[in-house]
């Protein structure tokens, strides 16, 4: 850890003396802010106006730290004794964000856990190049064009939905409301590329990855059976369409819709693909596992191979009231499996935001899955969420939450049956 700890502090006071100048005004164009400004912002702003004025490289962070107060249980029948937890601090979680303008409309992000639940040694997340000009190649090139079109390409987070842009990200938390992220956490990062155009409210997006979260060079052999098939395979496919439109100075609305298709990647990660860990700690986990699960409270419906996943996301905030809501379906099958199964999601938030600059709120989320396990039972999972955050200052946040969680249809042989667990988590987050 000491070897860790010294590597990354020559790496951060060797970009801090690059960028030493620039963390004067650290604000850099068409970025999401990281602290409460970024709050309610999806895709990153779009705007032609620039301020650049040669390299400047901004050096960021977040912290997050929780005190966990959960009890669990399941049924008897399963005959499964869970390890016991208590009331206690969680391991302290951090992010390093280095953002960099290299030019005139071209900027560059990286983000790197410096600690994570699943991860004791850093690692980093992934990064991308966001172009929003393309006057690198000749100044005014395309300018009708760019000033609707923003290309990031990277080893990156995919653009698939909504909620990934409310999530905790490790420990970036300030701009979810809410302690835990969704039953069935949909994120991934591979390598790929992604057009976004926005245009009056009207918003489009198309992007293609590898579909790959481990990368290598290493064929895979369903993968070379199918092409040799003739059929499509090592790629993935994204694509969302909405509107997003202030519509008067109380009122905005945005809807969208997005489909992930991983073609015939052999081995997608989408709903598990988050190595740094579930906001709940040690639940529903058996005393005898050799795993800490690590993703203990969220659900993985193990669809591996041909995946389609289609999420609609409703936002809408009048005043300090805010809903948000996810609904999703996703079939696919895992690797020994012959037929598809499917897997859905429904999710509502319902905020009020208050006070000054409403640094206060309080707020429910009502989320449940339903799905086919391998094994053929049919499941329900349950969740409710009660939360009130208090932004101390625009980087601080505060955040107490009340969850519960329901497990049901698990077979007798599972640790799941009959499973629930609930209690309370306060939240500590900075973000600059």
């Known amino acids: 850890m000491n070897t860790i700890f010294k590597r990354t502090l020559m790496i951060v006071l060797t970009l801090a003396g690059l960028g030493v100048s620039a963390q004067e005004n650290r604000d850099l164009d068409n970025f999401r802010y990281t602290d409460k400004r970024g709050v309610n912002v999806f895709e990153s702003p779009k705007t032609t106006t620039t301020t650049f004025d040669g390299l400047k490289v901004r050096l960021g962070g977040s912290f997050a730290l929780q005190f966990q107060g959960i009890s669990h249980e399941n049924s008897d029948l399963a005959g499964i004794e869970l390890q016991a937890i208590g009331s206690n601090f969680n391991l302290a979680t951090a992010n390093l ?86 039953i069935m956490d949909s994120y991934t990062t591979e390598v790929g590329a992604e057009l976004v155009l926005r245009k009056n409210g009207l918003l489009g997006m198309i992007g293609v990855t590898n579909g790959k979260l481990n990368q290598s ?25 909405g509107y997003d439109k202030q519509i008067n100075t109380d009122l905005r609305v945005r809807i969208t819709g997005s489909i992930y298709n991983t073609g015939y990647v052999p081995n997608s990660y989408l709903y598990s693909a988050d190595r740094a860990g579930s ?39 009048y005043k300090g009231l805010e809903f948000f809501g996810t609904i999703e379906t996703a079939s696919g099958k895992a690797t020994a499996e012959t037929e598809d199964r499917t897997a859905n999601q429904f999710a509502g938030e319902l905020l009020y935001r208050f006070g000054k600059n409403e640094n206060l709120y309080i707020g429910g989320r009502y989320n449940t899955v339903d799905s086919e396990e391998m094994t053929g039972e049919d499941i329900t999972i349950k969740r409710s969420q009660l939360v009130a955050g208090w932004f101390m200052t625009k980087n601080i946040l505060m955040k107490m939450e009340y969850v519960n969680q329901e497990y049901e249809g698990f077979a007798t042989t599972s640790t799941l049956n009959g499973g629930k667990f609930n209690g309370v988590i306060l939240e500590a987050a900075i973000s600059f």
């Open 97 to 182: 964000d280095i953002d960099v303008a290299l030019y005139d409309g071209v900027n560059m992000h990286l983000r790197t856990f410096l600690s994570s639940r699943h991860h004791n040694e850093t690692y980093v997340k992934g990064g991308y190049l966001q172009v929003d000009k393309l006057d690198f190649i000749k100044e005014g090139f395309l300018e009708d064009f760019m000033q609707y079109a923003s290309i990031k390409i990277g080893h990156m987070e995919n653009n698939y939905g909504d909620a990934h842009f409310r999530r905790s990200d490790n420990a970036q938390t300030v701009h979810n409301p809410f302690v835990g992220n969704l």
């Open 217 to 241: 060079v290493e064929k895979n052999a369903i993968g070379d059976e199918l092409a040799e098939d003739g059929k499509s395979g090592g790629a993935s496919f994204l694509a969302k369409l």
């Open 279 to 317: 906001r709940y700690y040690g639940v529903m986990i058996a005393e005898s596992a050799e795993s800490d699960n690590f993703r203990s409270g969220r659900y993985n419906p193990n669809l591996k191979n041909s995946i389609t996943a289609i999420m609609f996301n409703p936002f809408i905030k």
